[in-house]
């Protein structure tokens, strides 16, 4: 779980760490990933990446929550009856930790990103969530999976 503040230092922190895990698994596998490596990358201290997040799993959480988030809220806009397009449009173009969430082996962290996501809009009355909801779930992680083994 990430502990991520509303202001404007932890906000800023936070997505340095995100960059930096983002540009190390352009170089190598998680597995080969440490704190200590994320924490160079990022500039930030070892006790700045504890206070935000407890594990590198948090921060691909994070990376993908924040990848989702973007990609919904411009879906927002976009015509439903090209919605398969623009999944994979967005994913291939834009969302570089999506897919290096999906090639660590995580992707039990796109759907719960996902679903995040898909909550907090339901809460907002913008959509129900429902079969169709769990669809775009659904939809979301093949199509980044299906990218990622291609």
Known sequence: MYHIKNDKRCLNSAARIG???????DRKPLS??????IQKESGTGRSTFYR?????????????????????????DADWSVFTQFIINSIMSESRGLLNVAAS?????????????????????????DNTSRYIIAMFVGGCLSLVTA
């Open 19 to 25: 960059d930096a895990l983002r540009s190390l698994l």
């Open 105 to 129: 082996g995580k992707t039990h962290l796109l759907s719960k990103a996902l679903r995040k996501k898909l909550t907090q809009e339901a809460e907002k009355g913008s959509f129900e969530f």
């Open 52 to 76: 935000l997040f407890d594990t590198t799993d948090d921060v691909l959480l994070y990376i993908a929550e924040e990848e989702f988030f973007d990609i919904i809220d411009r879906y927002r």
């Open 32 to 37: 080969e990933i440490t704190v200590t490596d």
